[in-house]
């Protein structure tokens, strides 16, 4: 079956240390990954996206890189900050207009 | 200039109740789902719909049921609620013409049953 997860459930860093977020996927037949973001109290809120023919996809201050040969997704924050404390999902989608499979979340606690 | 809007955001009820979760999107959206979040924040798809067809995960009881007014709308009823219903409640848009979309999250309904 489809199962998306994530190595560790909480991440601690400092303010402005760069903070990376792995998950793992098993379904060979995914196309397309996203990062989302949930804040307390708050939808998951969109982070960036790859689609499963890249390998790197870079944002503001964020990148994704896929590892499609050992079913890897990780997400990179630079200069974490303390507005980046959040739980971070990773979820997958194995074909157009069919929903999400999410992962189980890492929580981001960043200090000052 | 709210995307996608759930109503109301905190539901608190007793077990056996019947109640409803709202959820509009004005982005012109294809499709819109619901996904449960449990305690864990384990997100899960309930249903997804678009005007061709209902996608039901075979997990959810059949006390649940979506009701698509139109396009924009998706509502959830909830019959004979149960203590294990308590969740938070997303609802969520996408289109469907483009191999790659991100999905839009409301805020969000916390649902708490007595």
């Known amino acids: 079956g489809e199962n998306v997860g994530l190595h560790l459930p909480t991440l601690s860093v400092q303010e402005g240390d760069n903070s990376i977020i792995n998950c793992a996927y098993s379904?060979?037949?995914?196309?397309?990954f996203i990062w989302y973001k949930q804040e307390s109290g708050k939808g998951p809120q969109f982070i960036i996206d790859i689609r499963s023919n890249m390998d790197k996809r870079q944002g503001q201050r964020v990148t994704v890189l896929l590892n499609k040969t050992v079913k890897h997704l990780s997400l990179q924050i630079a200069a974490t900050q303390p507005g980046d404390s959040a739980v971070y999902f990773c979820?997958?989608?194995?074909?157009?207009?069919?929903?999400?499979?999410f992962g189980k979340g890492t929580t981001l606690s960043v200090s000052s | 200039d709210t995307a996608v809007s759930q109503t109301p955001k905190y539901l608190v009820t007793q077990m056996g109740n019947d109640k409803s979760i709202k959820c509009e999107q004005n982005?012109?959206?294809?499709?819109m789902y619901w996904y449960k979040q449990d305690s864990k924040k384990f997100l899960k798809i309930m249903f997804s719909?678009?005007?061709?067809?209902?996608?039901i995960n075979e997990t959810v009881p059949n006390r649940f049921s979506p009701k698509s007014p139109d396009k924009a709308h998706l509502n959830l009823h909830i019959n004979s609620l149960e203590l294990g219903d308590s969740a938070v409640y997303f609802c969520?848009?996408?289109?469907?013409?483009?191999?790659?979309?991100?999905?839009?999250f409301g805020p969000g309904t916390r649902l708490t049953v007595t």
């Open positions: 379904n060979s037949a995914s196309d397309y």
């Open positions: 969520a848009s996408s289109r469907d013409d483009r191999p790659t979309y991100e999905q839009y």
């Open positions: 979820a997958e989608r194995t074909q157009a207009g069919t929903a999400l499979i």
């Open positions: 982005l012109g959206h294809d499709t």
């Open positions: 719909y678009n005007n061709k067809e209902l996608i």
